[in-house]
């Protein structure tokens, strides 16, 4: 089992890779999400913890949503997240850039 420590950096590099994605500074989406900069610079380093609330607001700003799933199924949720190269083992569900979930 992952220390809560790797947890929250696991989330802080999900958050970073997301904003630069989307093209995004720090001071923009902790704007977006009602929290200031330096409280959301400690969350994507993965050096705080933060609250539920907290996170939805930043994944909102991000255009993620927040989702809890049994730990069981936590590996297949990544094997369907992270296709193997084969056009025939691509998920069967990738969010299109409209959100909907359609392909």
Known sequence: MRSDSEVLQEIGRLLKTSRKTLGLTQEQVAGMAGISRPRYREIEAGASA??????????????????????????A???????????????????SPDGDGNV
Do not use: H
């Open 50 to 75: 933060a609250r539920t609330t907290t996170l939805i607001n930043i994944g909102r700003a991000l255009g993620l949503e927040l989702m809890l799933i049994p730990q069981a199924m936590v590996p």
């Open 77 to 95: 949720v990544q094997a369907l997240l992270q296709p193997g190269g084969a056009e025939d083992d691509l998920p069967a569900f990738v969010a």
